[in-house]
């Protein structure tokens, strides 16, 4: 399935411009790759977006005089986008559609992240998504891999000088390991560079039927399994024991592997969720590109770093791009075709051919979308 277009406002905060501005940023850069100026030239658009409210990508296409197609809002936390993207390659597979858009869109709310997913007394347990919850799952991380607050601080010296180079990138700055360790503490062992900013952005990919050009592979959203209360399972079945319970992202990962006809060894690139900085070393041994236990063998020998066998984030992540959840997973989909166009400008990754990206949404879905050029 080939993507035809791809459209991108940067991450960041914007005063003054509304979800739907930044949306009409992306959604027309998009169309406009595609070569699309007509609303009959494509058949149904899917947006995501968590805090976006009632019809917000018909708000989009309203914008841009668009609409009288289907229109669907999709909300699956930072998933969302991907969400919305699986729907959309739904739509073509099923022979519903020949070209779909598909965007995603967000202004966060200041501050930690509420959501009403969560009960209270997960919230007053530190067991939602808050950087309490973010920080038992990093304190298990060091408990049972090894890893180190050292090797949480080098997941953010390496995406921060990635975002360097990342015009669309909330941070452009690098920061050194003494910057991290010495930045504000939040919740043991994280520290405030360790954590992504909520902010606002959009992002947008037009799909088409037919070869050529980069490739949508496949596009995976799945759902937890009940599990350890300090795994991704935060409707939080309460058990302690994991036994073999495949988090949601491994369950994506291999449905994702298959569906493509590839496996681990066979990526360029890897976009990973980097809501925290222990999320991403979590997300190597989960998206099975290293054996349980060798997350920071992965980080320290640079295989993960630029100009590794496979740099993981080289976007910067979110720890530089920011999160707007609508717009997240989306973004990495622009990102992963814009290196494998050869695009990318200096973060460029040399002769990438074969890119994941991968999302957690709040806890209950992941996603895993694999694109070839």
């Keep these: 399935m080939l993507i035809a277009g791809v459209g991108l406002h940067p991450f960041g905060r914007f005063a003054g411009r509304t979800a739907t501005d930044l949306g009409v940023v992306a ?6 790759e595609a070569g699309i100026t007509r609303r009959d030239q494509f058949q149904a658009t899917f947006c995501g977006t968590a805090y976006g409210g009632v019809a917000s990508g018909h708000k989009v296409l309203g914008a841009l005089g668009l609409t009288g197609g289907p229109i669907v809002d999709v909300e699956a936390g930072c998933a969302s986008g991907a969400a919305a993207l ?3 390659v739904a739509a073509i ?6 070209t779909v858009l598909v965007f995603g869109i967000e202004k966060m709310p200041k501050g930690m992240i509420r959501s009403s997913f969560f009960e209270p007394w997960r919230e007053q347990a530190g067991l939602s998504a808050t950087p309490a919850y973010f920080a038992l799952r990093a304190q298990r991380l060091m408990r049972e891999r090894g890893v180190t607050e050292d090797d949480l601080a080098a997941v953010v010296v390496k995406n921060r000088r990635n975002g360097v180079g990342n015009p669309d990138a909330m941070f452009r700055a690098e920061v050194t390991a003494e910057d991290v360790l010495g930045s504000r503490p939040v919740c043991g062992p994280l520290r405030l560079f360790m954590l992504c900013s909520p902010n606002e952005g959009a992002a947008a990919v037009v799909l088409r039927k037919g070869t050529g050009g980069v490739q949508l592979r496949t596009a995976v959203l799945r759902s937890h399994l009940p599990g350890n209360v300090l795994g991704e399972a935060t409707p939080l079945a309460g058990l302690v024991d994991d036994g073999d319970i ?4 491994t369950l994506a990962a291999d449905a994702a592997y298959e569906a493509a006809g590839i496996g681990p060894s066979d990526l360029d690139l890897v976009e990973c969720q980097d809501t925290d900085a222990a999320r991403e070393l979590l997300a190597y041994e989960e998206l099975r590109l290293c054996p349980p236990g060798d997350n920071a063998a992965l980080l320290r020998d640079g295989t993960v770093g630029p100009g590794g066998p496979l740099p993981v984030n080289p976007s910067g992540g979110l720890l530089s791009k920011g999160e707007p959840l609508g717009a997240s997973a989306l973004g990495q989909v622009v990102e992963l075709v814009r290196q494998l166009r050869g695009d990318a400008g200096a973060r460029q990754v040399p002769g ?7 999302t957690v949404g709040r806890g209950a879905n992941a996603s895993v979308t694999i694109v070839s050029g």
Excluded: K, M, N, W
């Design 27 to 32: 959604v027309r850069a998009a169309l406009a």
């Design 86 to 88: 699986a729907l959309g």
């Design 93 to 98: 597979d099923s022979g519903q559609a020949d």
């Design 246 to 249: 495949p988090s949601p992202t």
């Design 352 to 358: 990438a051919r074969i890119g994941l990206a991968h």
